[in-house]
């Protein structure tokens, strides 16, 4: 049976008796993961292959491509896909390789076309992938263009989700929420390098035990340290982060308690993806690893208000302080990465707050024993 995630006011109830008792939850072991983990490129290639392209995971939320004709175009597990919608509606997602010669078909970013051409020699794909036409088709004499349309990668379109799985016919985890209705609106992209590990980089959203000393002027001065909920859903894991300004809730009944402006959520989707709420907005990020040291956070930021409003202009100044805070963990991430390469550890400890993480480590594991 899928779990079920508290709701409002036990979250809200749950948060206030932790400041009472100035506690947080907590797991109920210690976590030792070997570094060579993060260092072996035999298991980073495991954990692409055997993982990530197996398991359906979030390729972009719905609102970025709306209408017919528009598109994503990025890797997902260093494998390059192009994300479209149909003049039926339906969004598919192709391999972004041209079936001639395999460039692809359209560089990455976002945008909107009728048709996809290969720039290399011109070949035209419809939005359905089909082999429309190519120059000089002459040269071509016994190609059958029915047979050469772009090559589908298994796509599911759901709660606002566009999902790939690249390897296999796994469906998307029907424990996970439906987080993006059709009025929630993409407002912006954004892409962050960050010299570390894709699993060091996802282990900065699995704790709160960071939030004061790496976050001292950002987030700590509106957050607890080290006050965090942690509730497994399936293989993910939602962490809590309470504002301070959840004391308002005190004195309202239980029933009138509602979390929209007195924390973040932050689901951890397994493998490498994240919804985040906030007050102003939510976000998904997909941890792309770019090599076994470097990793790509692909943010879509999505708002429910509207353009121009006084409320958008707030969207846009929540998103700029998340920022902050993003960038000071890719600080700490990078100098983890860096830190990873002396003998000083062969395993790093988790403590029983950190149990986010032994969750996160438990079920990458899991997947990779599964296929052994
Ligand atoms: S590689 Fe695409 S048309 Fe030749
Ligand atoms: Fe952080």
């Known amino acids: 049976m899928a779990d079920i995630l508290d709701d409002d006011s036990t979250v809200i109830q749950r948060i206030l008796d932790h400041i009472d008792n100035n506690t947080t939850d907590v797991l109920d072991e210690i976590w030792r993961e070997p570094v060579a983990n993060y260092t072996?490129?035999?298991?980073?290639?495991?954990?692409?292959?055997?993982?990530?392209?197996?398991?359906a995971t979030p390729f972009?939320?719905?609102?970025?491509?709306?209408?017919?004709?528009?598109?994503?175009?990025?890797?997902?597990?260093?494998?390059?896909?192009?994300?479209?919608?149909g003049?039926?509606?339906?969004?598919?997602?192709?391999?972004?390789?041209?079936?001639?010669?395999?460039?692809?078909i359209v560089a990455d970013g976002v945008g909107r076309r009728g048709t996809f051409t290969c720039r290399y020699h011109a070949w035209t794909y419809g939005?359905?992938?089909?082999?429309?036409?190519?120059?000089?088709?002459?040269?071509?004499?016994?190609?059958d263009k029915g047979d050469h349309g772009l090559v589908p990668v298994k796509?599911?379109?759901?709660?606002?989700?566009?999902?790939?799985?690249?390897?296999?016919?796994?469906?998307p985890d029907p424990a996970i929420p439906d987080f993006f209705g059709p009025?929630?609106?993409?407002?912006?992209?954004?892409?962050?390098?960050?010299?570390?590990?894709?699993?060091?980089?996802?282990?900065?959203?699995l704790e709160g035990y960071h939030i004061r000393s790496t976050h001292a002027e950002t987030f700590y001065p509106r957050q607890f340290d080290n006050l965090t909920l942690i509730q497994p859903f399936g293989r993910n894991t939602r962490m809590t982060f309470p504002y301070r300004n959840i004391e308002r809730f005190r004195n309202v009944p239980a029933a009138e308690r509602r979390v929209s402006g007195v924390l973040s959520h932050v689901y951890h989707l397994f493998p490498n993806t994240a919804v985040s709420t906030f007050p102003t907005h939510q976000s998904l990020t997909i941890f792309e690893p770019l090599a076994i040291d470097r990793t790509l956070m692909v943010g879509y930021q999505l708002c429910d208000r509207k353009e121009g409003s006084e409320e958008f202009k707030a969207v846009q100044a929540g998103r700029d302080f998340v920022l902050a805070g993003v960038k000071e963990d890719g600080e700490v991430q990078a100098s983890i990465q860096s830190g990873l390469k002396t003998p000083a550890n062969d395993v790093l400890t988790?403590?029983?707050?950190?149990?986010?993480?032994?969750?996160?480590?438990?079920?990458?594991?899991?997947?990779?024993?599964?296929?052994?």
């Open 40 to 55: 072996l490129p035999e298991r980073y290639q495991d954990e692409l292959t055997k993982v990530m392209r197996r398991t």
């Open 183 to 205: 009025e929630w609106r993409l407002i912006d992209v954004t892409g962050d390098v960050i010299n570390a590990n894709w699993k060091v980089v996802i282990e900065g959203i």
């Open 60 to 85: 972009c939320p719905s609102a970025a491509i709306p209408e017919p004709g528009c598109y994503v175009a990025r890797d997902a597990a260093q494998t390059p896909l192009v994300a479209v919608r």
């Open 155 to 171: 796509t599911t379109e759901r709660n606002g989700l566009v999902y790939v799985t690249q390897h296999g016919d796994a469906e």
């Open 350 to 372: 988790f403590g029983l707050f950190e149990g986010g993480i032994m969750r996160f480590h438990k079920h990458v594991a899991a997947a990779l024993s599964e296929l052994d």
């Open 87 to 104: 003049q039926d509606g339906v969004a598919r997602v192709f391999f972004n390789a041209c079936r001639h010669r395999g460039a692809k």
């Open 127 to 143: 939005l359905d992938g089909q082999l429309r036409g190519l120059p000089h088709e002459y040269g071509f004499p016994c190609l």
